[in-house]
């Protein structure tokens, strides 16, 4: 079944070069294609295009497929090329013509514009749970162990003293900026473009408002040639939050890699968390960070793949969009893993204590040194020169006590105050208000 089908065959070639994975990438979209049609026919019927006792039979068995698409049971039939076939197909072998009513008004394209908006809407508060809680295990490490030193570096040199607490928080910081990202990847994707038709709009007497309040947008896309446009820019702004996720994440795993080594030591996994080597018996390879590390480069490219599919296309509607499913619908299970798996490595991580100790640490304490003689009155720049020759003649020594006290320093980490500034940008999602209008919907 095809929808635009007038009357005589296509090439079998066309036909599977043209649908090529969408079949597979549409069972995704089919919980959210049915809320969609929900909402569109509920509007059809506020504006005399549908009589109420259609509607009552068409919601009534959209209610059952999506029950079925919820749980993994919906199927796109052989031959059906898309969801929207599909569900008007089963539409109509159940109620007969009134099946063949609830397209009106509506192309196919706004369908999988919605469809996709729906979707990263739902992935994105899946997402941003998963978020919260690797948030709230590198707090509580933080926390833990926060008066637990180890050396900061600075172009893989030795620097200055950090600590356990600095690390962890560092990257629960970072999680909240990424989470800024999210926010406005979800602003941009809770706006309704159900209306648009092939974008360019419809003389039926449509009430986008009412659609956009039945689906629990925050506004609607109002141009429709706009509407159009923002296929590919929605996903591609969406994978930029994702991107920035999946860098911070990436980049943690590349910790774990480093500090893991002999070399350096820092931290130790479980050995049930490691793998070993066929040949040589006394490996205990940190695979999971890095495999996290591969996936998140993998992900930060995922934009720059859209920007490639969907650059230099003028307005209106082509065909390439279709690629950029197989490209963004797997990401986000993808970064979900990535997400599960880096709070669980962190949860049973070891850390190593008096790192510090260590004699070829010692020079970390120069600028310790440094700063004591400057506040003993001594210029910073004679104190600076005075610490450096003592360095290079061999003879510095620091037998003084650490005492950072600013804000975000290894002895005032203000993890209460990170935690804060998370907590407000969660909020802002309005992720009840959603949950209100499609539990209206569905009841």
Not at 13 to 37: C, H, N, Q, S, W
Not at 196 to 209: D, E, F, H, I, M
């Amino acid at each position: 079944m095809k929808l635009w089908d007038k009357g005589y065959s296509v090439d079998d070639k066309i036909v599977d070069f043209t649908v090529g994975l969408d079949r597979e990438m549409d069972i995704y979209l089919a919980p959210y294609d049915i809320l969609g049609t929900m909402a569109h026919i509920t509007m059809l019927e506020s504006v005399g295009l549908l009589a109420k006792e259609e509607l009552d039979v068409l919601l009534s068995e959209l209610k059952v497929l999506h029950g079925q698409a919820v749980a993994g049971e919906f199927v796109i039939e052989e031959g059906i090329e898309d969801v929207h076939s599909q569900v008007e197909l089963m539409l109509t072998r159940k109620l007969g013509d009134i099946g063949k009513k609830v397209h009106t008004g509506r192309s196919r394209n706004d369908q999988v514009l919605l469809d996709l908006k729906l979707f990263s809407r739902a992935q994105i508060e899946d997402i941003v749970g998963r978020m919260q809680r690797l948030f709230e295990v590198l707090q509580a490490k933080s926390e833990t162990y926060k008066h637990v030193l180890i050396p900061g570096y600075t172009h893989l040199q030795v620097a200055m003293p950090s600590s356990f607490g600095l690390w962890f928080g560092a990257y629960a910081e970072s999680l909240a900026d990424d989470m800024l990202m999210m926010e406005a990847a979800w602003n941009v994707a809770n706006q309704n473009p159900l209306g648009a038709a092939a974008g360019y709009g419809s003389s039926a007497p449509l009430n986008r408002t009412l659609t956009t309040k039945l689906l629990g947008f925050a506004d609607l896309n109002y141009n429709v040639v706009y509407a159009q446009m923002g296929r590919g820019k929605t996903e591609r702004i969406v994978a930029f939050a994702i991107a920035s996720l999946a860098e911070t994440i990436g980049r943690l795993a590349f910790d774990g890699c480093m500090y893991t080594s002999q070399n350096f030591g820092f931290i130790h996994l479980p050995k049930a968390m490691t793998t070993g080597s066929s040949i040589m018996p006394h490996k205990k390879n940190p695979d999971v960070f890095e495999l996290i590390r591969a996936h998140c480069n993998k992900l930060q490219g995922m934009s720059n793949t859209i920007r490639m599919i969907t650059g230099n296309l003028p307005s209106g509607y082509f065909r390439d969009m279709q690629i950029v499913k197989e490209v963004f619908i797997p990401a986000f299970q993808e970064i979900k893993d990535c997400l599960d798996i880096t709070a669980y490595a962190i949860e049973h991580m070891e850390v190593v204590d008096n790192l510090m100790n260590d004699p070829k640490y010692k020079l970390a304490f120069s600028v310790e040194e440094v700063n004591r003689l400057a506040a003993e009155g001594m210029p910073f720049r004679d104190a600076y020169k005075q610490v450096g020759m003592a360095i290079e003649r061999g003879e510095f020594e620091f037998n003084g006590t650490l005492n950072h006290t600013h804000e975000g320093s290894i002895g005032n980490l203000c993890n209460d105050k990170i935690a804060e500034k998370m907590n407000r940008i969660v909020e802002r999602f309005g992720f009840d208000r959603v949950h209100s209008a499609i539990d209206s919907l569905l009841k």
